[in-house]
């Protein structure tokens, strides 16, 4: 999998990276981060996109984390939705 680029990656740290996720998300597609309790890495996008269940509320994406916030919580920001 080509390594995705975002405003919160860097591609030469081993701390954060960008994954392939499924994120749980019962609001839908609004929000850009995500505790890391509602989230689950994959090792591709394909895997992802296979474990995903829209109609469930796990939606497939990539995303940047986990980074801990201000607030000593671990988060992931969204870089894209891989569904539609």
């Given at each position: 999998m080509p390594q995705s680029t975002s405003l919160f990656t860097d591609v030469e740290s081993k701390v954060v990276g960008t994954s392939a996720v499924v994120i749980y998300s019962p609001a839908g597609k609004?929000?850009?981060?995500?505790?890391?309790?509602?989230?689950?890495?994959?090792?591709?996008?394909?895997?992802?996109?296979?474990?995903?269940?829209?109609?469930?509320?796990?939606?497939?994406?990539?995303?940047?984390?986990?980074?801990?916030?201000?607030?000593?919580?671990?988060?992931?920001y969204l870089v894209r939705w891989l569904e539609d």
């Open positions: 609004k929000r850009n981060r995500f505790p890391e309790g509602v989230v689950e890495v994959y090792p591709s996008e394909t895997e992802a996109l296979a474990h995903a269940d829209p109609a469930k509320s796990r939606h497939a994406a990539l995303a940047s984390g986990p980074s801990r916030s201000s607030e000593g919580f671990k988060l992931f």
